[in-house]
Nanobody, 119 residues
Framework: QVQLVESGGGLVQPGGSLRLSCAASGSIISINAMGWYRQAPGKQRELVATITGGGSTDYADSVKGRFTISRANAKNTVYLQMNSLKPEDTAVYYC?????????????WGQGTQVTVSS
C-alpha cells in the first residue's frame, strides 16, 4: 500500500508565500517523477510543476519565476515553494508520484490540500 500525504495549504493574502509538502510512504521501491497539479472550481486539473529523480524541473508558464519545486529523495518527499501568490492561484493542490512498488509501476495521487489566496 502506497500513500501520498500533502500538507501546508491554507489561506494567504495576495503577495504572500506558502510551502506545500508531500510525503510518499508504504511499499515503495523507487520513485521516478513527482509533481504538483491544481484544480480550481469549475476548471480542469492542470499541471503546476514536475521534478524528475535527477532533479530536472518543469513549470506551467503561469507559475514560472514564482514557484519552486524540489524533492528530498531520502525522504520520498516533494515540496512546492509558492511566492508572490495571486488570487488566481486559489485551487486544491494535488501531489503526484510515478513510482515502482511490488505491484508494479503506476501513478499515485494525494488527497489534495486547499490553497486560498485572498485579502
Amino acid at each position: 500500500q502506497v500513500q501520498l500525504v500533502e500538507s501546508g495549504g491554507g489561506l494567504v493574502q495576495p503577495g504572500g508565500s506558502l510551502r506545500l509538502s508531500c510525503a510518499a510512504s508504504g511499499s515503495i521501491i523507487s520513485i521516478n517523477a513527482m509533481g504538483w497539479y491544481r484544480q480550481a472550481p469549475g476548471k480542469q486539473r492542470e499541471l503546476v510543476a514536475t521534478i524528475t529523480g535527477g532533479g530536472s524541473t518543469d513549470y506551467a508558464d503561469s507559475v514560472k519565476g514564482r514557484f519552486t519545486i524540489s524533492r528530498a529523495n531520502a525522504k520520498n518527499t516533494v515540496y512546492l515553494q509558492m511566492n508572490s501568490l495571486k488570487p488566481e492561484d486559489t485551487a486544491v493542490y494535488y501531489c503526484n508520484a510515478d513510482l515502482y512498488s511490488p505491484m508494479g509501476r503506476r501513478d499515485y495521487w494525494g488527497q489534495g490540500t486547499q490553497v486560498t489566496v485572498s485579502s
